[in-house]
Nanobody
Framework: QVQLVESGGQLVQSGGSLSLSCEPSRNIYTFDHMGWYREAPGKQREVVAT???????VYADAVKGRFTISRNNAKNTLHLQMNTLKPEDTGVYYC????????WGQGTQVTVSS
């Protein structure tokens, strides 16, 4: 069983920045790919950014140029740096990982005030 623990979500003003972290319960290199998803109130969960084991990032159009997904190998953590935040970025952000199946974190709330 794999556990993913997110942290870093909080209330921030529009235009501000936040950094989310995800700590998996196993070596980060064992995952075929990892990523961040978000779920806004009344909307379906959507992909924000993903990262392959080889380090190739893919971003949703809505966050390109503003968000950066990265991996800290020494700390065994996945990160999402979010800049120039907008109210529409508000939602619960989930860490995702694939290793012989799908795994999700419990989510961390990000609220961007206008």
């Amino acid at each position: 069983q794999v556990q993913l623990v997110e942290s870093g979500g909080q209330l921030v003003q529009s235009g501000g920045s936040l950094s989310l972290s995800c700590e998996p319960s196993r070596n980060i290199y064992t995952f075929d790919h990892m990523g961040w998803y978000r779920e806004a109130p009344g909307k379906q969960r959507e992909v924000v950014a993903t990262l392959t084991r080889s380090g190739l990032p893919v971003y949703a159009d809505a966050v390109k140029g503003r968000f950066t997904i990265s991996r800290n190998n020494a700390k065994n953590t996945l990160h999402l740096q979010m800049n120039t935040l907008k109210p529409e970025d508000t939602g619960v952000y989930y860490c995702y990982a694939y290793f012989q199946g799908d795994y999700w974190g419990q989510g961390t709330q990000v609220t961007v005030s206008s």
